[in-house]
T-cell receptor, first 109, second 117 residues
Framework: GQSLEQPSEVTAVEGAIVQINCTYQTSGFYGLSWYQQHDGGAPTFLSYNALDGLEETGRFSSFLSRSDSYGYLLLQELQMKDSASYFCAVITGANNLFFGTGTRLTVIP | GAGVSQTPSNKVTEKGKYVELRCDPISGHTALYWYRQSLGQGPEFLIYFQGTGAADDSGLPNDRFFAVRPEGSVSTLKIQRTERGDSAVYLC???????????????FGEGSRLTVL
C-alpha cells in the first residue's frame, strides 16, 4: 500500500515563504507530484519530481529526496489567492497516482 | 471538449438507489482515473483505465461499485444500493498516457457531488 504524511494546516503571511513537507512510503515509486485545490474546485497540477533535486516553476518550487522518501513544496511571495489545500501524490510503477491527506494553507494579510 | 467533463455536477438520491456518474475525458487521453473525495480529505483512488480495460481496480471499496469505459473514451461509474457513507465528491481525471516518469500530471474534472439521504 501507500502512505503519505503532510501537515494538516499551515498559516503564513502574505509575501512570505512557506514550505509544505511530504513523507511517503510506497512500493514501485516513480515520482512525486503536487496539486493545488481551492474549496469547491478541482485539483490542479503544480509540479512533478522524478529525480532528486529542486524543480522551479515561477513562485513554486518542489524538491525530492528519493533516499529519504521525502519531498516538499516551496511557495514564495505568497499571495492571498494561494490560500488552498495542497496535496502531494506518489506515482507508482502501475502508472497510478495516490494522494496524501492534504495541507490547508491559509495566507493572512 | 477542452477539459474533463463530469455529469451530473450534483446528485441527490435515497439510500438503496442506483446511481450512474459520467466522465468525458480530454480527447485523445488514453488513461482515465476515478477518485472519491470526502470533506477535508485527499482524493481516494478508486479505479484506473488504460484504454478500455481497467488497469487497476483495487480502490473500489466493494462490489456495489463498478466502472466501465467501453469505447476507450467516456467512462461511467456505477454505484448500486447506495449507502449514506457513499456521499462524497467523485472526481474523474485523464492523462495522455502513462504517468510514470513522464509528466506526473492528471487533468481533473470539477467532480460529481453525490449525496445519499
Amino acid at each position: 500500500g501507500q502512505s503519505l504524511e503532510q501537515p494538516s494546516e499551515v498559516t503564513a503571511v502574505e509575501g512570505a515563504i512557506v514550505q509544505i513537507n511530504c513523507t511517503y512510503q510506497t512500493s514501485g515509486f516513480y515520482g512525486l507530484s503536487w496539486y493545488q485545490q481551492h474549496d469547491g474546485g478541482a485539483p490542479t497540477f503544480l509540479s512533478y519530481n522524478a529525480l532528486d533535486g529542486l524543480e522551479e516553476t515561477g513562485r513554486f518550487s518542489s524538491f525530492l529526496s528519493r533516499s529519504d522518501s521525502y519531498g516538499y513544496l516551496l511557495l514564495q511571495e505568497l499571495q492571498m489567492k494561494d490560500s488552498a489545500s495542497y496535496f502531494c501524490a506518489v506515482i507508482t510503477g502501475a502508472n497510478n497516482l495516490f494522494f496524501g491527506t492534504g495541507t490547508r494553507l491559509t495566507v493572512i494579510p | 471538449g477542452a477539459g474533463v467533463s463530469q455529469t451530473p455536477s450534483n446528485k441527490v438520491t435515497e439510500k438503496g438507489k442506483y446511481v450512474e456518474l459520467r466522465c468525458d475525458p480530454i480527447s485523445g487521453h488514453t488513461a482515465l482515473y476515478w477518485y472519491r473525495q470526502s470533506l477535508g480529505q485527499g482524493p481516494e483512488f478508486l479505479i484506473y483505465f488504460q484504454g478500455t480495460g481497467a488497469a487497476d481496480d483495487s480502490g473500489l471499496p466493494n462490489d456495489r461499485f463498478f466502472a466501465v469505459r467501453p469505447e476507450g473514451s467516456v467512462s461511467t461509474l456505477k454505484i448500486q444500493r447506495t449507502e449514506r457513507g457513499d456521499s462524497a465528491v467523485y472526481l474523474c481525471a485523464s492523462s495522455p498516457k502513462g504517468l510514470a516518469g513522464v509528466t506526473g500530471e492528471l487533468f481533473f474534472g470539477e467532480g460529481s457531488r453525490l449525496t445519499v439521504l
